[in-house]
């Protein structure tokens, strides 16, 4: 059976989920690339992504714990970590997938394939920082003798969501920077804002206590704000408040779903943006 | 009658130009107010109604000068970007293969990339894998397949990158002017390799190169593009000799084309180069000169220390020379700019082996270019004897002025 193309000026608006799977084999090989060449050259190597969150988690009970003194239902090292663990894999996938059609337009003019691979294989390579700072967690958890939430069953849900959410703002901003050059200075800045601005360091309850209604759910629109909190529920059982984690949660999911279809529209004129 | 692989149909394609093309979001913002006001936006049709059809089998060369749209319409094929106007139906899977190597990387293996690479122009990682050995094979590479490509030599980075490309098998494929790199040797492999590969499989090629011999040897046919429009298309041989006609009339007329505007600011404007030689033929090692006519447009301008400068390519696009009347310490004062009167550039010994050229030309106030354009004129070359030679020079890039003696 011959494979038909055919091309006019056209150009479909719904993502193409059939191709994409017809390119799972790229998308794994992107995806090996990108973790073999992380660590290349570097003195260091694989311990850059023990350092890395070792030290912001270190920073941060200094900060918040012994400076702001903010207190938490278990022991601060612990609830700093779950919520790095977190971060750290958004912050991650959501930094490289921002940029990852910029930094791949060299193939981008010379070679088709669906675009949505490149941002997409970001996800995966986000994991080291995930389990690394998840080894850090366990730790803690056995240093602190803290005891393990039953609700630990629904973190692989909780994962799902947090993958959602990296990757529906890190598709919008690898489009919208295809689009406007503005968006690359926007990824940085989100991304270090978004540290303090996610419960990272401080009970997400202490937000939803000392600000205005209003401010509030503002502050659960950022998608990781529901996400970690619902996360430290998981693992050791601290209250969640289930509103505010389903308005972060729906956000990722709108996020990554309109992400699609932007993408979609961008996708067909990158090679003569770039 | 054979089945048609490929059909297109009056195919256009529009770039706008002029406009930045990756706007700042202030100006997007600006532009929503005046969404009515003037569009500053030029266009520039690169293809304008071009169709044909190939058949399944046929290897089908694409000629054309620079800038014709030849890597328009691969580029469409290929589906890196969109047409404006037209329909294309292709029946097959296509690979195309508009560069060697793309996605390679330098910290992995040759053997990660040939995964890498193979995958990205559409190999399953089990087709590789099948194919593996006669890859590397090929490229000629094996006690360094587990090398990262960076330590590779030139030629071998490209021996592996042409090698995976070699192992393609779909039922079309479309090639840009890659086979210009890396060695003859190696070219002349991969050309047999692709002929080879055609005549079992009945493969459908489109090729696009700047290679008359290679397009002779490989094509049955060639379709040739001019200024984004099909001028031509027929027999490989008559194809050729029409490309040839094109770039020979352009040298006839010795006149700038208007094909692409000139950039500039345009206080002076170049409206004619004239080549002068001794009997109307460009020879190698001949007193070639080039006179430049041109219009003031700002007759209140201060042309105190313009300068002219000129590039002259060969017809794969390298630069084989630039000069500028600064070269060789030579300056122009206002007085001496005066309609009616010429600029000549005289080349005394045209040292450069036989084949067709392009010059280019600028004309420089400070650093802004008050006028210039790219491959404004283009000439061919004959052969001839240079300098003291008494036998025609024939190989080689370019003559040499030399002596041999005894000491």
């Given at each position: ?116 691979i490149i941002p997409l294989s970001k996800s995966i390579v986000g994991f080291i920082d995930f389990f ?94 529901g996400i970690i909190e619902v996360f430290r529920w998981s693992i050791f059982g601290s209250a969640v ?34 | ?139 000629g590479i094996s006690q360094f397949i587990n090398t990262p490509v960076k330590h590779y030599s030139s ?253």
């Amino acid at each position: 059976m011959k494979i038909k193309t055919i091309i006019t000026e056209k150009n479909s608006s719904i993502p193409n989920i059939k191709e994409l799977l017809q390119f799972k084999d790229l998308f794994m090989l992107l995806a090996y690339r990108d973790f073999k060449v992380r660590y290349a050259q570097t003195f260091l190597g694989f311990f850059w992504a023990l350092i890395q969150p070792l030290m912001s988690i270190l920073i941060l009970i200094v900060v918040f714990g012994e400076i702001a003194n903010v207190k938490t239902e278990v022991a601060f090292p612990v609830y700093v970590a779950s919520g790095m663990a977190m971060w750290s894999y958004f912050s991650y996938v959501l930094s490289q997938s921002g940029s990852s059609l910029i930094a791949s337009q060299q193939m981008l003019k010379k070679i088709y394939f669906p675009r949505l691979i490149i941002p997409l294989s970001k996800s995966i390579v986000g994991f080291i920082d995930f389990f690394i700072a998840f080894a850090i967690l366990i730790g803690l958890f056995i240093y602190y003798q803290v005891d393990v939430s039953s609700n630990i069953v629904y973190v692989p849900l909780i994962l799902f969501f947090s993958i959602l959410a990296s990757l529906g703002v890190g598709i919008w901003f690898s489009a919208l920077t295809i689009r406007f050059r503005d968006f690359q200075h926007v990824l940085p800045f989100v991304v270090q804002v978004g540290l303090y601005a996610t419960p990272i360091a401080y009970p997400g309850q202490k937000v939803i206590d000392s600000l205005p209604e209003w401010l509030s759910y503002l502050y659960f629109i950022n998608p990781m704000a529901g996400i970690i909190e619902v996360f430290r529920w998981s693992i050791f059982g601290s209250a969640v408040d289930p509103l505010y984690v389903s308005i972060s949660a729906s956000v990722a999911l709108i996020l990554f779903i309109t992400s699609l279809f932007y993408f979609r529209k961008m996708e067909y004129i990158i090679a003569d943006l770039i | 009658m054979k089945q048609t692989a490929i059909s297109i149909q009056n195919v256009s394609k529009r770039y706008k130009i002029g406009v930045k093309r990756s706007s700042s979001f202030r100006e997007t913002l600006g532009n929503a107010w005046k969404k009515n006001a003037e569009q500053v936006s030029n266009e520039f049709w690169a293809l304008k109604d071009v169709s044909f059809d190939v058949a399944e089998g046929e290897i089908v060369g694409i000629m054309g000068k620079n800038g014709a749209g030849k890597s328009t319409i691969l580029k469409i094929l290929s589906k890196i970007t969109p047409l404006t106007k037209g329909r294309i139906e292709i029946d097959g899977r296509v690979a195309s293969l508009l560069e060697v190597g793309t996605g390679f990387h330098a910290e992995l293996t040759g053997m990660q990339n040939i995964f890498l690479n193979g995958t990205i122009l559409g190999m399953t990682r089990k087709e590789i894998k099948n194919k593996l050995d006669q890859i590397i094979d090929f490229a000629g590479i094996s006690q360094f397949i587990n090398t990262p490509v960076k330590h590779y030599s030139s030629g071998m980075y490209v021996r592996l990158a042409f090698s995976v490309a070699a192992h393609l098998e779909p039922e079309i494929l479309i090639v840009d002017e890659v086979l210009a790199v890396g060695d003859i040797e190696f070219q002349k492999k991969c050309l047999g390799k692709m002929q080879e590969v055609s005549q079992n499989s009945g493969r459908t090629i489109l090729f696009v190169s700047h290679n008359l011999a290679s397009l002779k040897s490989l094509c049955q046919r060639g379709v040739v593009l001019s200024r984004g429009q099909k001028v031509y298309d027929g027999e490989i041989v008559d194809a050729i000799d029409h490309y040839v006609g094109l770039s020979k009339s352009s040298t006839e007329e010795n006149k700038v084309s208007v094909r692409e505007a000139h950039v500039g600011t345009m206080e002076l404007e170049v409206t004619k180069i004239d080549i002068g030689t001794r009997n109307g033929t460009v020879s190698v090692g001949e007193e070639v000169d080039f006179r430049f006519e041109y219009i003031i447009h700002d007759k209140n301008f201060n042309f105190n220390g313009c300068h002219w400068g000129v590039q002259v390519h060969d017809d794969d696009n390298n630069l084989i020379f630039s000069h500028g009347n600064q070269f060789i310490d030579v300056s122009f004062n206002h007085d001496q700019f005066v309609e009616g009167k010429y600029f000549k550039f005289s080349i005394r010994n045209f040292p450069f082996k036989p084949g067709q050229y392009w010059l280019s030309y600028n004309v420089v106030d400070q650093n802004r270019y008050m006028d210039s354009m790219d491959s404004a004129l283009g000439f061919e070359v004959h052969s001839g004897l240079p300098f003291n030679y008494q036998k025609e020079f024939k190989s080689g890039i370019s003559a040499v002025d030399a002596t041999w003696e005894v000491i």
